[in-house]
């Protein structure tokens, strides 16, 4: 049985950085994609950003684009997000999500397509 579990969370100043790690185990790491989601108070779930485990192709939202990376360490089984220049509307849940099996070269940040969450972290931007 897959899972997955995220970590790093916490409030930051506008402006700041903070990473937050995803822990992923129970499945074969070639033949996945991990997806990084965000949910604010009163709003609806949004796709941050994703990465294939195949190819490393990368997709990040709009929103985010620039100012956050997806990286792995493979060997740890890990999966970070790290966020640069946070403003207040970045503030929300964070979660990581796997989807499983997955044998393309690219991914997307649908939520439906993904079968296993972690329990989320709050990252909280205000000074």
């Known amino acids: 049985q897959a899972q997955v579990v995220e970590s790093g969370g916490g409030l930051v100043q506008p402006g700041g950085s903070l990473r937050v790690s995803c822990v992923v185990s129970?499945?074969?790491?070639?033949?996945?994609?991990i997806g990084w989601f965000r949910q604010a108070p009163g709003k609806l779930r949004e796709g941050v950003g994703c990465?294939?485990?195949?190819?490393?192709?990368?997709y990040y939202a709009d929103s985010v684009k620039g100012r956050f990376t997806i990286s792995t360490d493979n060997a740890e089984n890990t999966v970070y997000l790290q966020m640069n220049s946070l403003e207040p509307a970045d503030t929300a849940v964070y979660y990581c999500a796997l989807r499983y099996p997955w044998y393309g070269n690219d991914c997307s940040t649908e939520a439906y397509e993904f079968h296993y969450w972690g329990q989320g972290t709050q990252v909280t931007v205000s000074s």
């Open positions: 129970g499945f074969t790491l070639d033949y996945h994609a």
């Open positions: 990465i294939s485990g195949r190819s490393d192709f990368k």
